[in-house]
């Protein structure tokens, strides 16, 4: 039997990160990130039950990618005591993404969200025809599966900001998935600019999968992951107001720095900024400065920099890096995006 499911879904940018793991992408401490919008993830599954030839063929805007095929075949072997056909089915992967390759923004974010939610979707498909009520689409299990695919994927699920991780105080706050945040949120965060300039497109030197595993037994390790908590704490405050824009901003750049400070200070130090980053993060304490607008800035595991400002300054911000930021951009290249509303069924 054949079925096919399509979705959308969005990258997220975090701003308390996620830096460090444990057993099965279980995270050192929790994070918290905003859902952007215009970076995403078009994907179509199609599969064959019952196949007694599984094959997986991986389509990226048609064409194929055997490259990525390591893994998704181990991202299917972890999740398939959940989804038992995905042992005896065939299977295409077609996705798209409207960002550019190497453009610094978490590709496998968007991915494999939305590979979670197509095979949660084929997975209540195949089910509706034995047990039809059962099945309703449940987020938790979707972040969940997102997660066994790549972490900071489980927080893509949910519309304007997601939680991941436990934390003390926080009611149903988890490890194993990330949990919505958005009615935690003030309204001025809900169309949060993040316009994200390129300042490289090469691919990274050092992988995300190698910077989590720098952690551990890192000289800040036992540090970075209590002060983690605490800038959670702060930022989950500072989100609830627009008046706490100051308190939201130092969480912010103070986050990003550390990330990039932890690599730089672990037992095989690395570096991902470039010297474009350090001209445009002098460039946005400078503008603030002068200008009173509350833009401050967030860097993902790589040197290009987001951007991240109220609405109300779209304009003026925009101005301002036409003129003064896009010369330190690869090719000119900026991509402006914001806080979105999550993953889409197509
Ligand atoms: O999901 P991963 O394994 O690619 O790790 C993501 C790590 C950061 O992007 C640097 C931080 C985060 O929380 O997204």
Partial sequence: MTHIASWRS???IALVKYWGKHGLQLPNNPSLSFTLSECYTDMTLRVITGSSTPQLTILYDGNERPAFEPKIKSFFNRISDTLP????????IDSLNTFPHGAGIASSASSMSALALCLDDIDRQINAITNPLNHTQNLDRISELARLGSGSACRS???????WGEVSGVKSSHDRYAIPWAEHVANIFKDYQDTILVVSKAEKAVSSTIGHELMSGHVNEESRYVQARQNLLTLIE????????DVFISVCESEALQLHALMMSGKRPFLLIEPGTIAIIKEVWTFRQDTGIPVCFTLDAGPNVHLLYPASFKGSV???????????????LFITDEVGSG????
């Fill in 157 to 163: 699920v949910f519309p304007v900001a997601a939680l």
């Fill in 318 to 332: 925009l101005d301002w890096i036409k003129t003064n930021l896009i010369r330190h951009c690869a090719d000119g």
């Fill in 343 to 346: 993953p889409q069924k197509l």
């Fill in 85 to 92: 056909w995905l042992t005896e089915a065939s299977i295409v």
């Fill in 238 to 245: 500072s989100l609830k107001s627009e008046k706490a824009l």
């Fill in 10 to 12: 969005p990258s997220n």
